[in-house]
């Protein structure tokens, strides 16, 4: 209501004519978007990367693009050409992207035209930009959510205040995350709009086949959540309605949508032509809402020289056609930088501080966790911690962030919605602007609603945004089965994570190397996902009281990608190849360490610690020694992360290997049953373990 209010007092205003320079500046992007399109379309055999084009939405762009300034943020999306155009950058910095190329500004050559990401001082700036719709506002609402954390805190001073602009198309308005970032944006008050572009279309599928109702009228329901609606093709009306909704995100920092009616006149991409699906009568239909047209129209009726806009045209022509040529010379990537900007550069990469403090006691693990990010919050103000439950009022269902909500308050330490994907993706755009956060998904069972956001926004953006946005967050994932938890929360994930490249993996299996290593994660530049064994939170699971350590120092970090040898074999068994290599993680150390009494001497084992990075050195190097290994894992074995290590092992080590690297794990269950007698079967243990080195030392 309040919008509406603001709105009628402005509304003197409201229809005011737009200058005639800024309309010649719309109509030369307007033809400059054109020649381009058209270039593209005349090149198909050069153009040869599949690519969309803003044919029919330049109008509601570039009056977007205008308003933007040099404090905000913006996420376009696939069709966004003419935003690009209109906040400043060149043909010939898009075609570079078009044709893949070395100098493409965004990537480097390694994504898809008009898939932006920046971090120009002079111009807004751009988090990278994926293909997939609706994914982008989680992470560009995520910006928003850190641009208020640091206005609340005083962090930063702005000329401006900045404001966030997530353009996304109406059917990708159906996306469940979409939902999940209107919520915490209407929820949080935060200063975004969502400028949602209705071109009826969703590749094939219309709008009819789709939806039950635009976005806008889809908005109405969440409370906080200003609307407007405005015919995109008319750049005067839609100039005059962003420039409003700016200025009240700009003063008022709440949240709005703007519904922008658009035509498709181009092709949905360069690889689905629109000749394979849409007949003349819905082409001829768009066609005479084109937004040029349209301007050019009014430009006219407004007194313009026709000889000019004759002129603007032809230029606009010939400036494309001169950096569609200057871009086919341009140089591509070398094949040495392929494997470039997968991590950025951590400077953790030594073990610091001290261990074992002399007359230290001894914690739990999830004591060591709530120490470490207490250390971290009273030394870094741009930390901050949230995920469901973890707030103050019982500090997570595992007690493992208790305190925390009382000490740092409710804006640095608070609850979420039950909404995986956006605590897991609003870390991509709080990263970028300069914060860290620490988020929490409450069970690994519950990880696979944020997955989408893991692997297309996270995990990429460093690399295909050619190194300028790494994603620097600590993801907490409590993992894994004991005392009947049942088949939703007892499970593992690890396999699943470890193939998602461009994200780190930690598993610690004590208090001491939890802290170190959770320190060693939030100097980390990028993304880490801690798992947490929930038999070792508390050392209750029999056998485990040696997760308990003396706490370390707050100055002890534990760089990741280095295992350590926990038990050590006899090197007189050694040389009498009588042993046998164990390496394993997590819940597996106490297994481990409880079936190696048995064998007097004969069984080393190896805590990874981490499992991207993997210590592959130290384990090869030990393997060669014994010849015989087992990879011991909680998971499933079936195509597990466990198998696949035992594969590298295998093969670097084959040589030295007197038996073949076995693997031991859980049963190959869907689940995890309830049923401590079938929990118990399906899980390894040390008297099973136990058996399997029994049989190898046979060999």
Not at 292 to 315: F, H, M, N, P, V
Not at 508 to 534: C, I, Q, R, T, W
């Amino acid at each position: 209501m309040f919008f509406y209010v603001y709105l009628l007092s402005m509304e003197n205003t409201l229809h005011e004519k737009v200058s005639q320079d800024i309309l010649l500046k719309a109509y030369n992007h307007m033809m400059l978007a054109k020649a381009m399109a058209d270039i593209y379309e005349e090149n198909r055999n050069i153009c040869k990367y599949v690519h969309s084009t803003s044919r029919g939405h330049e109008a509601i762009q570039l009056a977007t693009a205008y308003q933007l300034k040099k404090e905000d943020w913006v996420s376009p999306y696939y069709r966004d050409e003419s935003i690009l155009l209109g906040i400043g950058f060149e043909p010939y910095q898009l075609m570079l992207q078009l044709l893949a190329k070395a100098d493409d500004p965004f990537s480097g050559g390694r994504s898809y035209y008009s898939h932006p990401s920046s971090r120009d001082e002079k111009m807004p700036k751009i988090i990278h930009q994926s293909s997939a719709t609706g994914m982008q506002t989680i992470p560009t609402t995520g910006v928003a959510q850190g641009i208020k954390y640091i206005q609340d805190f005083e962090l930063q001073t702005f000329e401006n205040n900045p404001v966030v602009v997530c353009s996304l198309g109406d059917n990708s308005v159906t996306e469940g995350e979409v939902s999940e970032a209107l919520q915490f944006a209407a929820l949080h008050q935060l200063p975004i709009i969502f400028l949602v572009q209705d071109n009826e279309w969703g590749i094939s599928v219309t709008k009819e086949e789709a939806r039950t109702c635009d976005a806008y009228d889809f908005v109405s329901g969440f409370a906080g959540l200003s609307r407007m609606r405005v015919d995109g093709t008319d750049f005067t009306e839609s100039f005059e309605v962003m420039e409003k909704a700016f200025d009240f995100v700009r003063t008022e920092r709440k949240p709005l949508v703007v519904c922008a009616k658009t035509v498709l006149i181009g092709h949905h991409t360069s690889g689905v032509r629109r000749e394979f699906y849409r007949d003349e009568e819905d082409l001829t239909k768009h066609r005479a809402k084109d937004p040029g047209e349209i301007l050019r129209k009014q430009l006219l009726e407004s007194g313009a020289d026709e000889e000019l806009l004759k002129q603007i045209t032809k230029k606009a022509r010939l400036e494309a056609e001169e950096a569609f040529q200057k871009a086919q010379q341009a140089e591509d990537p070398k094949p040495e930088t392929v494997m470039q900007h997968i991590f950025a550069p951590t400077p953790i990469t030594e073990e610091v501080g001290t261990r074992e403090p002399a007359g230290g006691e001894k914690i739990v693990m999830v004591d060591a966790a709530i120490h470490a990010i207490q250390e971290i919050m009273w030394k870094h103000p741009e930390a901050l911690l949230y995920g469901q439950d973890v707030g103050e009022r019982i500090g997570g269902v595992f007690r493992e962030t208790v305190t925390l909500g009382k000490k740092f308050g409710s804006k640095r330490v608070f609850n979420t919605a039950i909404q995986e994907a956006y605590i897991i993706g609003s870390t991509t755009g709080m990263s970028a602007v300069g914060l860290k956060p620490i988020v929490e998904v409450q069970f690994a069972d519950y990880i696979y609603p944020g997955i989408n956001q893991l692997i297309t926004e996270i995990s990429k953006s460093n690399y295909l945004s050619n190194g300028k946005f790494p994603v620097s967050n600590i993801i907490r994932v409590p993992i894994g089965a004991y005392g009947g938890g049942g088949p939703y929360h007892s499970g593992s994930v690890e396999s699943i994570l470890a193939n998602i490249k461009g994200i780190k993996i930690a598993y610690p299996s004590n208090a001491a190397d939890f802290k170190g290593l959770l320190k060693a994660a939030y100097y980390d530049p990028n993304p880490v996902v801690m798992l947490e064994h929930k038999g070792l939170y508390w050392s209750k699971v029999p056998g485990t009281e040696d997760a308990k350590t003396i706490e370390p120092a707050e100055d002890y970090i534990l760089p990741f990608g280095k295992g350590k040898i926990i038990i050590e074999a006899d090197k007189n068994e050694i040389e009498k190849g009588r042993t046998l290599l164990v390496v394993t993680y997590g819940m597996g150390v106490y297994w481990a360490k409880e079936a190696a009494k048995k064998f007097n001497g004969k069984v080393e084992v190896i805590d990874l610690r981490t499992i991207i990075p993997l210590d592959e050195e130290l384990v090869f190097e030990r393997a060669k020694a014994h010849g015989k290994c087992i990879v011991l894992t909680e998971e499933q074995l079936n195509n597990s992360f466990a198998e696949a290590f035992a594969h590298r092992i295998s093969k670097n080590c084959f040589k030295y290997l007197d038996a073949p690297v076995e693997t031991m794990g859980s049963l190959d269950t869907p689940a995890v049953p309830i049923n401590l007698i079938l929990e118990k079967e399906m899980l390894p243990n040390a008297e099973k373990l136990a058996a399997k080195i029994e049989e190898m030392l046979q060999y």
